[in-house]
T-cell receptor
Framework: DTAVSQTPKYLVTQMGNDKSIKCEQNLGHDTMYWYKQDSKKFLKIMFSYNNKELIINETVPNRFSPKSPDKAHLNLHINSLELGDSAVYFC?????????????FGSGTQLSVL | DAKTTQPPSMDCAEGRAANLPCNHSTISGNEYVYWYRQIHSQGPQYIIHGLKNNETNEMASLIITEDRKSSTLILPHATLRDTAVYYCIVRGGNAGNNRKLIWGLGTSLAVNP
C-alpha cells in the first residue's frame, strides 16, 4: 500500500563506486522528483520529471543521472561516488489540481560514502 | 534562499494547541503558503496550504493574516506523534520553475508529555 517507495533504505559504499536508487509511485501521479537532504537538514530539489520528461534540473553534477522508464518510476544513478554525496535522498511525486500541488514523499535512502 | 522565516524550535504540552508562526513578508499575490512536516527518519508529509483564506482540514488549521505577510499553523490538540520539524513554504501557482519548493530549516516542534 506504500504510495511512494524507494529502495534501498540504506546504502553504504566506497568512494568511486557507481550506485542506483530506485523509486516507484502507485498514486497515478504525472510528476516525480528527487530531493537531497544534507547533514544540515536542508532539503534541496535535484530533478523533476513530468510524464517521463525532464522539467527541472538543478545545478547537480553530471555524475547524477535520473532515468524515468515510465511515469510511475524515477530512478537515480550516481557515478563515481564522492564523500560529499553522503546524504538522505528522497523521491517524491505530485499531482496538480488547478494551481495547487501536493508532494508525496518516500521514506528516504540514506547514502553513506566511505 | 527560502522566502519564509520560522523560529528554529518550539515546545508544546501534550493535549494543548501548538501554534507555529511563519513570516513571509515578500510573498507575491499568486503565491500559496504550504506547510509540510518531517517526523524523524521519515519523508516530509503534506499538512495544509492556503492562498488568503483560513483553511482547516483533519490535521490542522492555517490562519493567514489579511496582508498575507505571515501565517500560523495550528495543531489543535498536539500529541506526542506530532513531534516533528514543520516547514512553511511559499510557492508560485505557475508551471515551470515556480513549482520548485524552496525549503528552509523549519521549526522543530517538541510535544512534551
Amino acid at each position: 500500500d506504500t504510495a511512494v517507495s524507494q529502495t534501498p533504505k540504506y546504502l553504504v559504499t566506497q568512494m568511486g563506486n557507481d550506485k542506483s536508487i530506485k523509486c516507484e509511485q502507485n498514486l497515478g501521479h504525472d510528476t516525480m522528483y528527487w530531493y537531497k537532504q544534507d547533514s544540515k537538514k536542508f532539503l534541496k530539489i535535484m530533478f523533476s520529471y513530468n510524464n517521463k520528461e525532464l522539467i527541472i534540473n538543478e545545478t547537480v553534477p553530471n555524475r547524477f543521472s535520473p532515468k524515468s522508464p515510465d511515469k510511475a518510476h524515477l530512478n537515480l544513478h550516481i557515478n563515481s561516488l564522492e564523500l560529499g554525496d553522503s546524504a538522505v535522498y528522497f523521491c517524491a511525486s505530485s499531482t496538480r489540481t488547478g494551481n495547487n500541488e501536493k508532494l508525496f514523499f518516500g521514506s528516504g535512502t540514506q547514502l553513506s560514502v566511505l | 534562499d527560502a522566502k519564509t522565516t520560522q523560529p528554529p524550535s518550539m515546545d508544546c504540552a501534550e493535549g494543548r494547541a501548538a501554534n507555529l508562526p511563519c513570516n513571509h513578508s515578500t510573498i507575491s499575490g499568486n503565491e500559496y503558503v504550504y506547510w509540510y512536516r518531517q517526523i524523524h527518519s521519515q519523508g516530509p508529509q503534506y499538512i495544509i496550504h492556503g492562498l488568503k483564506n483560513n483553511e482547516t482540514n483533519e490535521m490542522a488549521s492555517l490562519i493567514i493574516t489579511e496582508d498575507r505577510k505571515s501565517s500560523t499553523l495550528i495543531l489543535p490538540h498536539a500529541t506526542l506523534r506530532d513531534t516533528a520539524v514543520y516547514y512553511c513554504i511559499v510557492r508560485g501557482g505557475n508551471a515551470g520553475n515556480n513549482r520548485k519548493l524552496i525549503w528552509g530549516l523549519g521549526t522543530s516542534l517538541a510535544v512534551n508529555p
